[in-house]
């Protein structure tokens, strides 16, 4: 009796990992079937020149919000309703709290961060001299804790640092994403592109056949975005919490059965660059609000 009850159950785990994988290739084929939203304004709509003289031509790109319900972007468009906006708030607090053995603030240093934070967040990942790599904000703001305040960095992906990089990001908030032009960088967002048109894990797919070649279609009951990240830092509505950008390709990996990279691994930071490469000119949206 007990065999059977296990070659059963052996039965239905089988047949639900073929309608799971049935489905990823039935969204596929799925007509995108648009539904009705709310003006959104982190929409792009410039224009793109055109070679030669021809006509100008509209940039296809679409920022994730695009993709939410009426509520959600309502949620990230007003300040007093977005649940980012508490780590923020962290954030300020932190940027005028003295912290390590030099018993300074980032305010020592920075200043009012208004100003002087206005489009850092839109020039990352950037190239780190001392280090010699490239770095994203997070990383960043630990340096600069390690170097100028002597103090320990934080724990990444903690609330702390979501904070203060919430806070920095937000001081950006409509400005152009501008990645930086160096060798370094332009290095890094090259073996990112790398990276994202790979197939990996026991599902062999790429981020390029999800983002790329069936954005708009159905994953189960999620829309599938195209993949821009100048929303990030973002409050996930499924996470209950904020999270960086890392978290949010550390679970696609998952997804997709690929061995999963630590927070700050080379290879999430390349890919971070080809990512700020491809939201050129589109706008900070942080902090964003997703499903």
Known sequence: MKRVVILAAAGVLAAASAAALTAVDAAAEDAFQPRARSPNPARFVAIAPAAG????????????????????????RDD???PGMLWVAGGETQWSTPAGRSAKSCAACHG???????????RF????????????????????????QQASPLRLESEELLGLESYIA??????????PRDKQVAAAATRGKQLYFQRIGQLNLSCAQCHDE????????????????AAYPIYRLEWQAMGS????????????????PPYGAPELVDLEAYLAERDKGMPIESPGVRP
């Open 53 to 76: 003289g021809a006509a100008p031509v509209a940039d296809s790109r679409r920022s994730g919000a695009e993709f939410m319900s009426a509520s959600t972007q309502a949620m990230q």
């Open 80 to 82: 007093t309703l977005n």
């Open 112 to 122: 009012d961060a208004k100003t002087s934070m206005r489009g850092v967040a839109a």
């Open 125 to 148: 990942p950037a190239f780190d001299a001392p280090s010699q790599g490239v770095i994203n904000l997070a990383q960043r703001i630990n340096l600069c804790r390690e170097r100028r």
């Open 170 to 179: 937000l001081q950006s908030r409509g400005l152009p994403v501008a990645p």
């Open 214 to 229: 069936r954005w708009g279609k159905h994953l189960a009951s999620s829309t599938i975005p195209q993949a821009h990240a």
């Open 245 to 260: 950008l890392q978290r949010r390709l550390r679970n696609c990996i998952s997804g997709v059965r690929a061995e999963i």
